[in-house]
C-alpha cells in the first residue's frame, strides 16, 4: 500500500496541557532538536557568522591592504583563495563582505517585519478605514515588478551620491520597502482570523482595553508567524542585496559584499581565468540562504507542525 | 460571474492609478535625464529640445499627459530607439517570451511530476534527495547560476553558446536560424528553469501532502481504485486547483526576471533593452516596461481567478 | 445463529503507530468474526480504536497491522496489493464517518459512482451510467438523473451519506463496513440513514460490521456486540446478552451512561476520567483507574478474554482464582 501514514483524528495521543509560557517554548525547542536537517543550518549558520565577525581578526592581512605586486595571485598557502586585481586577499574580503551582506539581510529583514508586522496588526485589528488604505497601498507596491522598482531606487540613490559607507543602510530600507507589503498581508490575514476566535471574543466580554488586547493577547499569537516569515526573508533579502550589488546598484566598492565581489566575473578574463574570484562569494551566498531556508522551515515545523509550508 | 468580473475590473482600476503614480513619480525623482546625458548639445538646443519632449512643464502636468497618453495605449516616445516605447517592447517581447514560455512549460511540467512523487513517497531516500535538490535551487542566486552555467557548459566544455540569440556572423534561414536560436536557448531556459522549480516543487509537495491525507482520498482507495488513479485523478486534481492563481503571479515574475537572465545571456528580449535604457535614462521607455508589467500581473490576477471559478465547481455555482 | 457460516474473522489483530511520544498501541490483539447476514456492532468511547480495528480491515492505515483477516476463507493480511485492490468496493466495502468530506469535491456524483462498476466489472461506461442511476433510485433519491450531474457541494449530508451507501452496494458487497455511519447527520436523517441500512442488508443478505459509540444503534441493529477499551476487546456477546446482563464494569457503565426516559436521576451517570493515553501502557486492566471494583491485580496483570455464562468478558472479577 502507498498509504501515508496517517493516524486517525480520535487516535491522536493526548499531548499534556502545559500551564507556563517557558514549557510551551521548550516543547517548540524540543520538536526543532529533532529536525536534523534544520539543527544543521542553524550550526553552519553560526559557523558563517563567526567566519565574517570575528575570522578577519585572525586574518594576517589587512582589510584595505592593497600590494598591486602581488595582484592575481591564485590560491595559495600565504592566500588560501588568492588575490584580486589590487593584490588584497581574497577570503579575508570573503569575510569582510559577509558582515556587510549578513548585516544588511538582517536589517531589512527588522525594517521588513517591523513595518509589516505593525500595518498588518493594525490593519486586522481596526478594519474599516485603516484596514483599506494599508492594504490599498499594499496592493500598489505588490503589483509593481520588485526588480525594477529596486533598480530606480537605487539609481535615485547614485545620482544623490550617497556615500559608499552608507549605502548599505540605504539598501536594506529599499529592500525592507520591496518586502514589507506581503508580510503585513500575512500578518493582517492571520489577525482577521485571531480576531474571530473564541478568546479574542473573551476579551471584548471582559471590556479590555485596545492596547492591552493588541499587545497582551493578539501580539503573543502573531509572534510565532512572524518569527518564521522573519527568518525565511532573511534569505530573500540577502539574495536581493547581492543582485543589486552585482549590478553595482546596491552596495558599492570598496566596501565589498558577496554580490558586488562577483561583479569580477564581468571582466572575461577574470570571469575565465581566475574563478577563485567569483566563485567564493556565490557559494557563500548558496550556503547561507540554504542554512536560513533550513532554520526558517524547521521553525515552522516546530512551531506550529500543521502550519503549510509555502 | 459577469457581475463579479465587473466588480473585479471596478477593483483594479484605483490599484492601476496607485501604480502609475508611483511609477512616475519615483522615475521624475531621479535628477538627469537622457538630454542632459549628451555632452554635445548645446545649451539652447538642450533648451529646444527640452520644450519639443515636455521637459519644460511641471512635474504633475507631465504626469497627467503621461497618463493621458497612456489611456489610448500611447507609453510615449523612446528618445534612445527615436521610436515608440510600444513599437520597442513589441520587437523585443517576443524573444523574451518565447524563453519565458519554454521555461514556464518545463518548470510546471517537472514540478507537478516531482513535488507529487515526492509527496507520495514522503520521508524516502528520494523525497529527502529531492528536498535537497529544492533548497538549493531556491538558495541559489540567479545572475550566479547564470555565470556558473555560461562558466562550465560554453566556456569549459564548449557545449552550448555563452550567449546572444543567433550566432553572430553566421546567415542562417530557414530549419537552420531555428536550429541555432534553439542552441542558443538551452542556458537561459536551464537557468530559469532552475530557478522556478523549488519553490513549485516544494509548493505542489506540501499541497498533495494535505489533499492525500483528505477523506475522499479514503474512499477512493476504500473502492478499489488503482493507487495511480487515486494519487493522479482524486488527489492531484484537487492540488492542481489552486495552482491557477500561482499561475497567474508566475509570468510577470518571468518577465522582470528576464532583466537578470538577459543580461547575463545578452539574450536580446526586453530585459536586456530595459539595461540598455536604464544606463542611458532613457525614462518613457523605462516608465513604460515597468507600467507594462504592472498591468499585466493585475490582468493575468483577474484572468487566474475566473479561471479559479470556472475549474472549481464549488465557486463556479455562486 | 451458531450453524451460519463465518464471513470475516479477524484474529489477532494489531495496530501501532509511531509517534512523538511513543508507540500508541490503537488496536491490541482484536479477535472477533462476522457471520454471514449477521450484524456486528463494535461500541466504545471515542479513542478506543473502533475505527482504526475496522480501517485495518479494508487495509486502509499503513502501519504495523499484524493479525489475520480471513474474509470468505481468503487471508487479506496475505493477499498481494492488487488483489486486495479487488477486494476493496467489491466484495468488501465500507462508508465512513463524514459524507461531507468523504466524496470529492471536484467531481459529479455520477462519475464517482461510477468508479467502482467500471474498475470491478467489465461494463461499458452507457451500462455503468444506467446502474449508477438505478443505485441513486435504490438509496431512495429522487431526480437521480439530476443527482447524476451534480456535485457533492450541492447536496446534504443525508443525501451524500445515501450516495456513499449506493457506492458501497454499487458491487453487491458481501460485507459492508460502516463507520459511524449516522454520527455526522441530524437526528431525524439519522435513523432515516440506519433504517435504509438495515433494509438493504436484510434484502440483500449481507453482512454488515457497524462501528458505533451510541448504543440506541447497537440496540436497533446488532445481532452481535463487541464491546472495546483502549484498543482491546473487553467483552463480547448477542445483543441481548450484553443489554440484559453486561458483565464488564465498563459496558455496565456505558449502559448506565445512557439516559432513559422516565427515569430521571438527580445526575446522569457518567464514567469517571477518560481513556488512558495508548502510549506505554503497562501490563494491567486499562479499565483499572476508572473502575469502582479495582482490585491490586488489575493494576499489575491483564485479564484475558474467558467465557463467562453466555459472553466473553475480560475482567478480574469473573476469574476463579481471584474471586475464591
Known amino acids: 500500500m502507498e498509504n501515508i501514514p496517517q493516524i486517525p483524528r480520535q487516535m491522536e495521543p493526548k499531548v499534556e496541557v502545559e500551564g507556563s509560557k517557558s514549557s510551551l517554548w521548550g516543547q517548540v525547542w524540543r520538536r526543532f532538536i529533532k529536525r536534523k536537517m534544520a539543527v544543521v543550518g542553524f550550526l553552519f549558520l553560526t559557523m558563517i557568522f563567526v567566519f565574517s565577525f570575528i575570522g ?22 600565504a592566500h588560501w583563495l588568492g588575490t584580486d586585481h589590487l593584490g588584497r586577499d581574497v577570503l579575508t574580503r570573503l569575510m569582510l563582505a559577509g558582515r556587510i551582506s549578513l548585516t544588511v539581510g538582517l536589517g531589512a529583514m527588522v525594517l521588513s517585519v517591523s513595518i509589516g508586522g505593525i500595518l498588518g496588526i493594525l490593519a486586522g485589528y481596526y478594519r474599516g478605514i485603516v484596514d483599506q488604505i494599508v492594504m490599498r497601498i499594499a496592493d500598489v507596491l505588490m503589483t509593481l515588478p520588485g526588480l525594477p522598482l529596486l533598480f530606480i531606487m537605487a539609481a535615485i540613490m547614485s545620482e544623490w551620491r550617497v556615500p559608499a559607507e552608507h549605502r548599505m543602510y540605504i539598501v536594506m530600507i529599499m529592500l525592507s520597502l520591496i518586502g514589507w507589503p506581503g508580510l503585513a498581508r500575512l500578518i493582517r490575514s492571520q489577525v482577521l482570523s485571531l480576531r474571530e476566535r473564541e478568546f479574542m471574543l473573551a476579551t471584548d466580554a471582559l471590556g479590555l482595553r485596545d492596547r492591552r488586547k493588541l499587545l497582551n493577547h493578539l501580539l503573543p499569537n502573531v509572534v510565532p508567524i512572524l518569527i518564521v516569515t522573519a527568518t525565511l526573508s532573511v534569505g530573500g533579502a540577502i539574495l536581493s542585496e547581492s543582485v543589486l550589488s552585482y549590478f553595482g546598484l546596491g552596495v558599492v566598492p570598496p566596501t565589498a559584499s558577496w554580490g558586488n565581489m562577483i561583479n569580477a566575473a564581468n571582466s572575461l578574463i577574470d570571469f575565465t581565468n581566475r574563478p577563485w574570484l567569483w566563485i567564493p562569494p556565490g557559494v557563500a551566498i548558496f550556503v547561507t540562504v540554504i542554512c536560513i531556508n533550513l532554520l526558517g522551515d524547521g521553525l515552522r515545523d516546530a512551531i506550529d507542525p500543521n502550519m503549510k509550508g509555502r | 460571474m459577469g457581475r463579479y468580473i465587473l466588480k473585479r475590473l471596478a477593483y483594479l482600476i484605483p490599484t492601476l492609478i496607485g501604480a502609475s503614480i508611483l511609477i512616475f513619480f519615483l522615475y521624475s525623482l531621479v535628477p538627469g535625464n537622457f538630454i542632459d546625458g549628451d555632452p554635445n548639445l548645446t545649451a539652447e538646443r538642450k533648451a529646444e ?29 523612446s528618445l534612445q530607439f527615436q521610436r515608440p516605447v510600444t513599437e520597442v517592447l513589441n520587437n523585443y517581447i517576443w524573444s523574451s517570451f518565447i524563453v519565458a514560455f519554454a521555461s514556464l512549460f518545463l518548470t510546471w511540467a517537472i514540478a507537478v511530476v ?19 535538490l529544492v533548497f538549493a535551487a531556491m538558495a541559489t542566486p540567479s545572475f550566479f547560476l547564470g555565470l556558473i552555467v555560461i562558466k562550465y557548459f560554453a566556456v569549459d566544455l564548449g557545449w552550448f553558446p555563452a550567449g546572444g540569440m543567433t550566432t553572430t556572423g553566421a546567415d542562417y534561414t530557414g530549419w537552420e536560424h531555428v536550429k541555432d536560436v534553439l542552441e542558443h536557448m538551452i542556458l537561459p531556459v536551464l537557468v530559469l528553469t532552475m530557478l ?32 495511480r488513479v487515486v494519487i493522479y485523478k482524486h488527489a492531484l486534481r484537487n492540488a492542481l486547483l489552486p495552482a491557477i492563481t500561482l499561475f497567474s503571479f508566475e509570468l510577470p515574475a518571468l518577465f522582470s526576471g528576464a532583466i537578470i537572465t538577459e543580461q547575463i545571456f545578452n539574450w536580446p528580449g526586453i530585459g536586456a533593452i530595459y539595461m540598455q535604457a536604464f544606463t542611458v535614462r532613457d525614462y518613457t521607455l523605462l516608465m513604460g516596461f515597468t507600467m507594462f508589467i504592472a498591468v499585466l500581473t493585475v490582468i493575468s490576477n483577474l484572468i487566474a481567478d475566473i479561471l479559479y471559478g470556472l475549474a472549481d465547481p464549488r465557486v463556479r455555482v455562486k | 445463529m451458531s450453524e ?23 488496536v491490541d490483539d482484536v479477535s472477533f468474526s462476522v457471520k454471514e447476514g449477521e450484524t456486528v456492532c463494535v461500541v466504545g468511547e471515542s479513542g478506543c480504536g473502533k475505527s482504526v480495528t475496522a480501517m485495518s480491515v479494508m487495509g486502509l492505515v499503513q502501519t504495523d497491522v499484524k493479525g489475520d483477516l480471513f474474509f470468505k476463507g481468503k487471508n487479506l493480511a496475505e493477499l498481494s496489493r492488487g488483489d486486495l485492490r479487488r477486494v476493496r468496493g467489491n466484495d468488501l ?42 443505485l441513486i433510485e435504490l438509496v431512495g433519491i429522487g431526480r437521480a438523473e439530476q443527482i447524476f450531474k451534480s456535485y457533492p457541494h450541492q447536496l446534504s449530508g443525508g443525501m451524500l451519506q445515501r450516495i456513499m451507501i449506493a457506492i458501497a452496494l454499487s458491487c453487491d458487497p458481501d460485507m459492508l463496513i460502516a463507520d459511524e455511519p449516522t454520527t455526522a447527520l441530524d437526528v431525524t436523517i439519522q435513523a432515516q440513514v440506519l433504517d435504509l441500512l438495515r433494509t438493504l442488508q436484510e434484502e440483500r443478505n449481507m453482512s454488515m460490521l457497524l462501528i458505533t459509540h451510541d448504543l440506541g444503534v447497537v440496540a436497533e441493529v446488532a445481532d452481535f456486540v463487541v464491546v472495546m477499551y483502549a484498543g482491546k476487546v473487553i467483552e463480547t456477546g448477542t445483543v441481548h446478552d450484553i443489554f440484559a446482563s453486561p458483565k464488564h464494569p465498563y459496558t455496565k457503565g456505558l449502559l448506565y451512561a445512557k439516559p432513559v426516559l422516565g ?27 476508572r473502575c469502582e471494583h479495582a482490585m491490586d491485580i488489575c493494576r499489575e496483570k491483564m485479564p484475558t478474554l474467558k467465557l463467562e455464562d453466555r459472553q466473553h468478558v475480560a475482567c478480574w472479577l469473573y476469574e476463579k482464582e481471584v474471586k475464591g
Open chain 2, 49 to 77: 529640445l527640452y520644450a519639443l519632449y515636455g521637459f519644460d512643464q511641471p512635474t504633475i502636468v507631465r504626469y497627467f499627459i503621461w497618463m493621458g497618453n497612456l489611456l489610448t495605449g500611447d507609453l510615449g516616445f
Open chain 3, 93 to 134: 466495502a465500507m462508508i465512513f464517518q463524514e459524507p461531507m468530506s468523504s466524496l470529492n469535491p471536484v467531481l459529479t456524483i455520477g462519475e464517482q459512482i461510477m468508479e467502482p462498476l467500471l474498475v470491478h466489472h467489465p461494463y461499458s461506461k452507457k451500462q455503468a451510467r444506467h446502474k449508477a442511476i438505478e
Open chain 3, 263 to 289: 427515569n430521571r436521576t438527580k445526575k446522569l451517570y457518567t464514567i469517571p476520567g477518560q481513556v488512558p493515553n495508548l502510549v506505554d501502557l503497562t501490563p494491567s486492566c486499562y479499565f483499572h483507574e
Open chain 3, 4 to 26: 451460519r457460516a463465518s464471513v470475516l474473522e479477524v484474529k489477532h489483530l494489531s495496530a501501532h503507530f509511531e509517534t512523538e511520544q511513543g508507540i500508541v498501541r490503537a
Open chain 1, 56 to 77: 578577519p581578526f585572525f586574518s594576517p592581512y589587512t582589510t584595505m591592504g592593497t600590494n598591486p605586486i602581488n595582484a592575481h595571485q591564485p590560491p595559495s598557502s
Open chain 2, 114 to 132: 516531482v513535488g507529487v512523487i515526492s509527496a507520495t513517497k514522503q520521508y524516502s531516500l528520494y523525497d529527502a534527495v529531492i528536498t535537497i
Open chain 2, 196 to 227: 522556478g522549480i523549488g519553490g513549485l516543487t516544494r509548493y505542489f509537495r506540501t499541497n498533495m501532502l494535505e489533499v492525500v491525507k483528505q477523506d475522499f482520498v479514503r474512499t477512493a482507495r476504500a473502492k478499489g481504485l488503482k493507487e
